[in-house]
């Protein structure tokens, strides 16, 4: 990968600061244009954190209408996705805790089957493997709500632990060991299931 | 290396989220481990069915639907007045930390203003009225002592506020507003007393004297300006003070 020296800018962040300033002069086309390049990242971390499409569709407009409010506290010089990502944890968060119940809905329910099978072909398909992972799903919807916040944004939306980090806004130390104790916490339950116990 | 020790660390070397070093380590305990290795094919087999997950569940329709209706509700967002403050202290918004910045300068402005005001309403320094000529006990204690009366009916010290007094030592004038206090104990028949002049315009020849009689509760908390016909003013012009 060709390093940019380090006065120079990637250009997708020149891109994004020439919207996020055009926003702020008070264009709200160009925050339009944020929210077709990053929209799908928030509604499907959402719908991962929230019970169904429905929430997770309000779930977005609300994330999208704080980025707008709030435009002005991103730091141009750190990537937009993390600081999304954090605004969309804690809106889901708001959610859960308005609707006073918790759900852990991970699980792909009809719907969201019906999505993923009209969506790209899954490498892993196959029954055994679609169990395991419904399985799975629910183990992971059972987990402890920091350790599952952690092992769903680090091993499902394949974000850094220092990333993880930022959003969650722990120490990466903190988050490491959630993610650890997560993946064997999932480990047992999954074994449990199967009477596997090595 | 201790198999318990490896299989608490397993879960992260499954993630990627150790050392090269760490990795090694690791790596060399479960070429000689069949049980270990077991343990990390499991953790590997999970991994990949987590990664798996990460296959988008959002259809483009689903988006289009947020999209129509967060459109109109961006339209009419308002700003709130600490948006707007916050904006305009922010100024660029490379530099989140302006904004903090101009919030420390707004707040120890802020703190110096009404510091400088509870002075003035706590203590003030020049006379405070009630109702047009009603004026109020001066908190004279911490005052400059100008000197001591010994002639005519007083005696006792005079005081007068710092402000003033700096005043009159820069101009040789008092300012408007100028309090000057007696204590005094001389008047026998009038027991302990607390007699003020003030300088003010609206009074004949510009100054106003008034008296704080002793009550069974303590000096008189307020006072109103007494009467041409008291004699003070006649006084006071025939010694020339």
């Known amino acids: ?198 | 290396m201790n198999c318990n020790r490896v299989k608490e660390t397993l879960p992260l070397y499954a993630g990627g989220d150790l050392s090269a070093a760490e990795e090694d380590r690791i790596g060399m305990h479960l070429r000689q481990c069949g049980d270990c290795r077991k343990f990390y094919e499991g953790l590997a087999k999970q991994q990949s069915l987590l990664r798996s997950m990460r296959q988008t569940t959002v259809t483009p329709a689903a988006l289009a639907s947020m999209r129509q209706g967060l459109l109109p509700r961006l339209e009419a967002e308002q700003l709130g007045w600490r948006v707007r403050l916050e904006r305009l202290l922010m100024g660029e918004p490379r530099r989140p930390r302006m904004a903090f910045a101009g919030a420390a300068i707004a707040v120890i402005v802020s703190a110096m203003f009404f510091a400088q005001l509870w002075q003035v309403t706590a203590n003030p320094t020049v006379a405070v009225f009630e109702g047009g000529d009603t004026l109020r006990l001066p908190d004279y204690r911490e005052w400059v002592v100008l000197g001591t009366a010994s002639t005519g009916p007083h005696s006792g010290n005079i005081y007068v506020s710092p402000s003033a007094y700096q005043e009159y030592a820069r101009h040789g004038k008092f300012p408007e507003g100028t309090v000057m206090v007696l204590e005094s104990k001389a008047a026998s028949d009038l027991g302990t007393t607390l007699e003020a002049s003030v300088k003010d315009r609206r009074f004949n020849e510009g100054w106003g004297y008034f008296r704080f009689d002793m009550t069974a509760e303590g000096l008189a908390k307020k006072t109103r300006v007494l009467p041409e016909s008291a004699g003070c003013l006649a006084c006071h012009r025939d010694r020339g003070i």
């Not at chain 1, 996020?20 to 991962?48: H, N, P, W």
């Not at chain 1, 969650?168 to 199967?194: F, N, P, Y």
Request: net charge neutral; proline share 4%.
């Open chain 1, 1 to 198: 990968m060709t390093r940019l020296p380090e006065n120079e800018t990637a250009p997708e962040t020149l891109e994004i600061e020439v919207l996020v300033r055009k926003t702020l002069a008070g264009d709200c086309r160009a925050f339009e244009q944020i929210v077709l390049q990053y929209e799908r990242r928030v509604m499907t971390l959402s719908r991962r954190l929230l019970r169904g499409m429905d929430e997770a569709q309000d779930a977005t407009q609300e994330v999208f209408l704080r980025a707008f409010k709030y435009l002005h506290r991103l730091d141009l010089r750190r990537p937009v996705e993390p600081w999304l990502m954090r605004i969309t944890v804690n809106v889901c968060r708001d959610f859960q805790r308005k609707s006073q119940r918790r759900h852990r809905t991970f699980i792909e329910d009809s719907s969201t089957q019906n999505e993923a099978a009209t969506s790209a072909p899954d490498p892993y398909s196959g029954f055994a493997w679609e169990q395991e992972r419904q399985r799975l799903s629910k183990a992971l919807n059972e987990l402890p709500e920091k350790e599952r916040m952690a092992v769903i944004l680090r091993d499902v939306e394949g974000f850094s632990t220092s990333e993880v980090a930022e959003i969650l806004g722990s120490s990466e130390g903190t988050v490491r060991s959630q993610i650890c104790r997560g993946r064997l916490r999932l480990k047992e339950a999954m074994d449990a299931k199967t009477g596997d116990q090595s």
